[in-house]
């Protein structure tokens, strides 16, 4: 069945770097766009970055442009978010999503979006000196 499983996310210092991977399994993942979305308290979820099969087009949030970085092995089925200059408005849990088209997530919770593509069980970011 379609796995998604997140890694690397853990605690920084603000300014720090983390790298979240995410291996996906269960599906051809060449031909899905893979996003990172974030959930923090009391927020709706956001789209971190996301990016298109084929010839891998990026699309970044105003908040992480310049900072973040989304890119995908079609080899390894995975896909990562290099996150340099954390903040502490970064913290959230991430979550990798994998779907047809990509997912605009505005005006709801994550949670409330699993059944629109595959999502991974998400990794907490805590930024925090």
């Known amino acids: 069945q379609v796995q998604l499983v997140e890694s690397g996310g853990g605690l920084a210092q603000p300014g720090g770097s983390l790298r979240l991977s995410c291996a996906a399994s269960?599906?051809?993942?060449?031909?899905?766009?893979l996003g990172w979305y974030r959930q923090a308290p009391g927020k709706e979820c956001e789209l971190v970055a996301d990016?298109?099969?084929?010839?891998?087009?990026?699309n970044y949030a105003d908040s992480v442009k310049g900072r973040f970085t989304i890119s995908r092995d079609n080899a390894k089925a995975t896909v990562y978010l290099q996150m340099n200059s954390l903040k502490p408005e970064d913290e959230a849990v991430y979550y990798c999503?994998?779907?047809?088209?990509?997912?605009?997530?505005?005006?709801?919770?994550?949670?409330?979006?699993?059944?629109?593509?595959?999502w991974g069980q998400g990794t907490q970011v805590t930024v925090s000196a």
């Open positions: 999503r994998a779907g047809p088209i990509p997912l605009d997530p505005s005006g709801y919770v994550c949670a409330d979006l699993v059944h629109f593509g595959s």
């Open positions: 990016i298109t099969s084929g010839v891998g087009r990026t």
């Open positions: 269960g599906f051809t993942f060449s031909d899905y766009v």
